[in-house]
């Protein structure tokens, strides 16, 4: 299994620009979350989905997008990228049922604006 | 906004010695509280985790305490190594959702 893999590693956009942050993940897990991570600020969730076709917002959802329409993929789409969101971005997985809340994270994307 | 507080920022010790990290949170909600561990580069992977039944839990060289009533939970790490030489988050979430909240981060260092 290759887990949860994200495209690309790197990237840099001009103010304004649009991209989507590709993820996806061969374990089919019910559960797949965007994050993004700041010096000091740890993680904070940006939108998730307990499933194909459900999403709903996390702590930071402003200039973003997410759509699920397979098990298996959870893109991230920024819409008119802002130097605010330079940031390192994670997708992470996790299986539903049961107790265990696991959460299994890509490699990250590293994203600058200018 | 739901929060979690963690303690300290950063963290040298020697090899051998005991790391400790430190978090509270504020939603009584909260029922499970694990512990990521992140190395430069890499995305976050699970290291040790927690619910509220048990007060302390133990995985080889890890332990987690965990205090109900104050609304605490601390990781130790039992004889550092530089290999453990990391960035730790503590999080929190509810048992059946999705909505994790993280820790800042603790920067540990171990010293050879």
């Known amino acids: 299994n290759a887990g949860v893999t994200q495209t690309p590693k790197f990237q840099v956009l001009k103010t304004g620009q649009s991209m989507t942050l590709q993820c996806a993940q061969d374990?089919?897990?019910?559960?797949m979350s965007w994050y993004r991570q700041d010096p000091g600020m740890g993680l904070r969730l940006i939108h998730y989905s307990v499933g194909a076709g459900i999403t709903d917002q996390g702590e930071v959802p402003n200039g973003y997008n997410v759509s699920r329409s397979t098990t298996e993929d959870f893109p991230l789409r920024l819409l008119s990228a802002a130097p605010s969101q330079t940031s390192v971005y994670f997708c992470?997985?996790?299986?539903?049922?049961?107790?265990?809340?696991?959460?299994?994270f890509g490699p990250g994307t590293r994203l600058t604006v200018l | 906004q739901q929060q979690v507080k963690q303690s300290p920022q950063s963290l040298i010790v020697q090899k051998g010695g005991i790391s400790i990290i430190n978090c509270a949170y504020e939603?009584?909600?909260?029922?499970?509280f694990p512990w990521y561990q992140q190395f430069p580069g890499k995305g976050p992977a699970l290291l040790i985790a927690i619910r509220p039944d048990v007060s302390e839990k133990k995985e080889g060289r890890f332990t987690i305490s965990f205090n109900k009533s104050a609304k605490q939970f601390s990781v130790h790490i039992m004889d550092s190594q530089p290999g453990d030489s990391a960035t730790y988050f503590c999080a929190a979430s509810k048992s059946y959702g999705q909505n994790f909240v993280f820790g800042p981060g603790t920067r540990l260092s171990v010293l050879p």
């Open positions: 992470a997985s996790s299986p539903r049922g049961g107790r265990v809340n696991e959460q299994f």
């Open positions: 374990m089919n897990h019910e559960y």
């Open positions: 939603n009584t909600a909260f029922d499970y």
